[in-house]
């Protein structure tokens, strides 16, 4: 049996040293297979490493440490188990209650040498006994339910409501071009930028879909993989394949888009 696996997810360098010398001491057996300060990487290394657990700062550059779980749970291969996730956070109590919720492992900053003992011996015995396809779709529930992911759900736990937006101010040079809410099929973010789609156009606005999210109605928008956001009127069909993933229709467009198996539980047959 080879030795477990870990990678490190935090952009505090002096943090995420000192919580590897910590793992030293309470997991000597352990190897940190990578250590990255961002959730991109995170999402990338982990892929790349299948660990066999990760170690992500909730607050991080770029992709927050929930959304690059996302991404991992997303894209993560079938027959490779899905790596044990504990969360590290500084002290927030929202952010806590809805780990607690769900069961999910965390450490809060700065650690406790005690609770990261308590937290190695519950991985230790997981690893132990743990299914591979049982991990996946353990970890996929949980996230489903910190994620808030569906109608009515967020991006992030904790996160506030705003006012609801009723046009999209889409600049191009001079000109704004001012498009309707109810006009909009689907949002697709594209790096820095969110394409906003409609029957007969597309549109680029400069925000990201996580600051785009809180403003669109969930009950009309249903957020359906990590960069796409559809209107559920805009969708003709759902047809899911063997890996869990779902390939949807359009009303008035001829692209198929892709919901994830974070979000595959919003279309069953009534």
């Not at 894209?75 to 952010?95: E, G, H």
């Not at 999910?104 to 591979?132: C, F, G, H, M």
């Not at 071009?177 to 099929?185: E, G, R, T, W």
Request: charged content about 25%; glycine content about 6%; aromatic content about 6%.
């Amino acid at each position: 049996m080879r030795a477990p696996v870990a990678l490190i997810a935090e952009d505090e360098p002096l943090l995420a040293q000192h919580l590897q010398q910590e793992l030293t001491k309470v997991w000597p057996e352990l190897t940190i297979g990578a250590a990255v300060v961002d959730g991109a990487s995170a999402a990338e290394q982990a892929l790349a490493l299948k660990p066999d657990v990760c170690f992500l700062d909730i607050r991080m550059p770029g992709m927050s440490g929930l959304e690059a779980a996302q991404a991992m749970a997303e894209d993560w291969p079938q027959d490779a188990p899905f790596p044990l996730l504990v969360f590290v956070t500084a002290y927030d109590q929202y952010a806590v209650q809805a780990f607690d919720a769900q069961a999910v492992d965390y450490l809060v900053k700065p650690l406790d040498s005690q609770r990261l003992a308590a937290t190695v011996a519950r991985l230790r015995k997981r690893l132990a006994e743990r299914a591979p396809q049982a991990a996946l779709q353990e970890s996929v529930d949980q996230l489903r339910a910190l994620l808030g992911a569906g109608p009515g759900g967020t991006a992030s736990v904790g996160q506030p409501t705003a006012k609801r937006l009723e046009v999209i101010q889409a600049s191009v040079g001079n000109t704004v071009h001012m498009v309707p809410i109810d006009d909009v099929l689907y949002f697709e973010a594209a790096d820095k930028y969110v394409r906003v789609i409609t029957v007969e156009r597309e549109h680029l606005i400069r925000i990201s879909l996580r600051e785009l999210l809180p403003q669109l109605d969930p009950e009309q928008f249903w957020q359906v993989h990590r960069g796409i956001v559809v209107r559920s009127r805009a969708i003709a069909t759902a047809q899911r394949d063997e890996s869990g993933k779902v390939f949807l229709a359009l009303r008035g467009r001829p692209e198929r888009l892709t919901a994830s198996r974070l979000y595959a539980h919003l279309f069953k047959g009534m």
